[in-house]
């Protein structure tokens, strides 16, 4: 069985390590027998979704997602065609951004790709922190870092997670991310996936379902001590904070 990655404009969005989040999709593909092929894009090279298992949309700045803008408006039909025929998608920070209708920023509106039926606007402020959220899809915690001007608002889309400490989407609902067909949406960096060994290994699950049926599409465990070590460790220190904090609350009142 093979797998192939594709890396949209990784030489315009890749904030925060969104490399690694390629090489954890290839290794834990590798690790089990399974090949992997990694296919980037520039900005002016074509894109045959047809040929693409899984796509990763990285991150960028405000400047950047501008630059790729007038590209996204070409291929739009074609990757929204890939998604409706439950193609396999990361989109992270500036890339899950732009899954949506529009970003409205302080220097003009960015069209999105219309993909996902969401849409963000720049608000005053950033919001950075670590953060973890808690998903149904997993047992284990989504753990990562954020910083983003953007508030994005997925109505009535299912979202990735529950916020049990940062913000996530726009610093009000509670929730994180989206999660569309095969798609998921984050603002979650890291990068996101090696500390999410159990968010990797749905992405590849989902592309070896598409591609080869559900029966071929199980995977063998992989020891992941570390892996859930690190995630761990978020963990708990932001619990921890959390537990002080409402300790303090309740000395006060």
């Known amino acids: 069985m093979k797998l192939t990655i594709g890396h949209l404009f990784p030489d315009l969005l890749n904030l925060y390590g969104d490399r690694g989040n390629i090489q954890c999709l290839a290794k834990r593909l590798r690790w089990r ?23 990763l949309l990285g991150g960028g700045s405000d400047r950047e997602q501008m630059l790729v803008c007038n590209r996204l408006k070409e291929i739009k039909s074609e990757f929204k065609a890939y998604v409706e025929d439950m193609g396999v998608v990361i989109a992270i920070c500036g890339g899950y951004q732009l899954l949506g209708k529009y970003y409205e920023t302080d220097e003009g509106k960015i069209d999105g790709l219309d993909i996902v039926d969401m849409y963000t606007v720049q608000e005053k402020g950033r919001l950075i922190n670590n953060i973890f959220i808690k998903s149904d899809l997993f047992e284990m915690p989504i753990v990562g870092f954020e910083n983003h001007g953007g508030r994005t608002y997925i109505n009535d889309n299912k979202p990735l997670g529950k916020v049990v400490f940062g913000k996530g989407n726009n610093g009000k609902s509670g929730y994180e991310g ?17 500390k999410n060994p159990q968010l990797c290994d749905y992405l590849l699950t989902k592309a070896l379902e598409r591609k080869y049926g559900a029966d071929k599409a199980v995977l063998a465990p992989l020891d992941d001590i570390e892996e859930k070590e690190a995630n761990k460790y978020i963990v708990d220190r932001y619990s921890d904070k959390i537990e002080n904090f409402k300790e303090r609350i309740r000395k006060l009142i």
Do not use: M, Q, R, W
């Open 178 to 194: 989206v999660v569309y067909k095969n798609v998921i949406g984050t603002y979650l960096h890291g990068p996101l996936l090696p």
């Open 33 to 55: 027998g399974i090949e992997a092929e990694v296919k980037t894009f520039s900005i002016d090279e074509e894109i045959d979704f047809s040929a693409l298992d899984i796509v």
